[in-house]
């Protein structure tokens, strides 16, 4: 039996107002917290519902509008764990979660951007040779690791993308054994003993996350000359730097204290320090993310207009675009759209049948076809090199150029 977690809720509380102040070192946070989320929320709920009133893509705005979501999620629930830190870990499973689908819209928003559909991205990684992993995996396979870079383009995408999506389980899984072990009393989150659940959950946690976000990496790396036209780095860097300070700040607090390094007293609680540093900062960094968001993921790129400068800088015929706003009234239908996890399921199926499904046969079926649907081997042809080029657009409005690819 693992030995009595020591955070009670006297330790978490037991603190004396500053002197001169009549306030709380909690009460004076909280507000911090409350201030700043509700700036976040203002900024982030005007630059989602801009982009509901001007649905033209759905297939890339859904994405963008789950991402921006992200930032007025954790305000909130790191105001509300604050504000009730005895608990917050029941609050911050909310967040925990969310953050691993953002992670997954973003990577979906990159696959759309090279191509608008599942089987023109396929199309497209079949004929697009990989680029070497960046580091560390170029030193691993030096010192004689076999993590070799995939012959096949399409093999390629597949590993991304179940490195991607393995995320979403983990995080899902990892939130419910938090929240098992905590209700029989052998979670501790202000502890990182190997006798209770915390330091295995972030173990875990820490290897599944970092798996995900360099995948997300080599993604970028070796297609950022596709996506250099939608400003790339900018939407990488945003979602990046949320996932990256939230979950490490709060790691590196909890090792703090683990070492005595920072301890309470009169004044600072067990809570200020377990819970109310970081959820302070992630309010105010989250604020910030949120402007960025505004340069990140404009909404102007979907009007009439953006998508016309869209179609120039990709060398297509401003006349073929179709512009239809698809959001409903007052944006419902691009909420609802947004809300609809269909997507999500259908990803972390199609990861797990190419994972465990046809393994041995693999090198000679569908991964070598040239349309997936049955056995073959790869072949090229001088026509191939069209289909290199990502198709930019949605709603059917496509290129002359491109659709004869398709249907050669």
């Known amino acids: 039996m693992p030995k009595f977690c020591n955070s009670t809720e006297g330790q978490y509380f037991a603190t004396k107002a500053i002197p001169g102040l009549e306030f709380t070192v909690s009460q004076i946070g909280v507000t911090i917290c409350a201030a700043f989320a509700v700036i976040t929320t203002i900024i982030s709920l005007y630059l989602i519902q801009a982009h509901a009133l001007h649905y033209t893509r759905p297939d890339e705005q859904r994405h963008v509008m789950r991402i921006v979501l992200m930032l007025p999620i954790y305000a909130i629930v790191t105001t509300l764990s604050y504000a009730f830190y005895a608990h917050a870990i029941y609050y911050e499973v909310i967040r925990d979660c969310y953050e691993a689908f953002a992670l997954a819209s973003f990577f979906f928003l990159m696959t759309y951007l090279i191509a608008p559909t599942l089987h023109e991205q396929k199309q497209f990684f079949r004929r697009w040779e990989p680029k070497r992993w960046p580091w560390p995996i170029t030193w691993l396979v030096k010192i004689g690791i076999p993590l070799r870079t995939p012959r096949s383009g399409l093999t390629w995408f597949n590993i991304v993308w179940i490195g991607t999506f393995q995320y979403c389980i983990i995080r899902v899984l990892t939130t419910f054994t938090s929240l098992a072990t905590q209700w029989y009393g052998v979670y501790c989150q202000s502890s990182w003993s190997p006798q209770f659940a915390h330091v295995w959950v972030t173990v875990v946690l820490i290897i599944m996350i970092t798996i995900a976000l360099y995948m997300l990496v080599a993604f970028y790396t070796s297609l950022k000359d596709e996506l250099q036209p939608y400003r790339p780095f900018l939407k990488f860097l ?65 009007t009439e207009e953006g998508l016309a400068e869209r179609y120039k800088k990709m060398g297509l015929a401003v006349k073929d675009l179709d512009v239809v706003y698809k959001g409903g009234f007052g944006g419902w239908k691009a909420w609802v759209d947004t809300f609809n996890p269909w997507d999500f399921i259908k990803a972390v199926a199609r990861g797990f049948r190419w994972l465990f499904v046809g393994v041995k046969k693999r090198h000679v079926q569908s991964i070598y076809s040239p349309d997936d649907d049955g056995p073959g081997f790869e072949t090229h042809d001088s026509d191939d090199k069209e289909d290199l080029l990502p198709s930019h657009t949605r709603s059917g409005s496509m290129s002359n150029t491109r659709r004869g690819s398709l249907e050669r």
């Open 238 to 302: 945003s979602i990046k730097l949320v996932i990256f300070f939230s979950f490490w700040q709060a790691v590196i607090v909890g090792l703090l204290m683990n070492f005595k390094i920072i301890e309470p007293n009169d004044y600072i609680s067990q809570g200020d320090l377990a819970t109310g540093i970081n959820a302070t900062l992630v309010s105010v960094e989250m604020t910030g993310f949120a402007i960025m968001h505004l340069f990140s993921y404009p909404w102007k790129e979907y």
